[in-house]
């Protein structure tokens, strides 16, 4: 996935939402970036989210906005590596169990 199919999707966002007052739909998404699936979309929006450059509301349809256009690389690294200690953590105390004190 490339940088610059990011920022198209990015792009789109925007410009849909400025247009209609709301953004566009996955299915919309995937027509203007000639993405071949919905799939595509919800993937590189996933994407997008964790890196912090799209917020949206689970569960809620059209609900995505774009928070930065650009990521900082190294506080993406750093969220990630968090992210992975804390599953990892969370992981070994299901395989140990509770504690008795």
Same mark, same amino acid.
């Given at each position: 996935?490339?940088?610059? %199919?990011? &920022?198209?999707?990015? !792009?789109?966002?925007?410009?849909?939402?400025?247009?209609?007052?709301? @953004? @566009?739909?996955? &299915?919309?998404?995937?027509?203007?970036?000639?993405?071949?699936?919905?799939?595509?979309? &919800?993937?590189?929006?996933?994407?997008?989210? /964790?890196?912090? /450059?799209?917020?949206?509301?689970?569960? /809620? !349809?059209?609900?995505?906005?774009?928070?930065?256009?650009?990521? $900082?690389?190294?506080?993406?690294? $750093?969220? %990630?590596?968090?992210?992975?200690?804390? /599953? !990892?953590? !969370?992981?070994?105390?299901?395989?140990?169990? @509770?504690? %008795?004190?």
């Amino acid at each position: 996935m490339h940088e610059t %199919e990011l &920022q198209r999707i990015l !792009a789109f966002i925007e410009r849909y939402s400025g247009v209609h007052g709301f @953004p @566009p739909s996955y &299915q919309e998404i995937a027509e203007e970036c000639g993405l071949g699936s919905v799939g595509h979309v &919800q993937y590189r929006i996933n994407r997008l989210v /964790r890196e912090g /450059r799209v917020a949206r509301s689970p569960g /809620r !349809a059209r609900s995505l906005v774009v928070v930065a256009r650009k990521v $900082d690389e190294s506080a993406t690294r $750093d969220r %990630e590596h968090k992210g992975i200690k804390g /599953r !990892a953590a !969370a992981f070994l105390k299901a395989l140990t169990g @509770p504690r %008795e004190g």
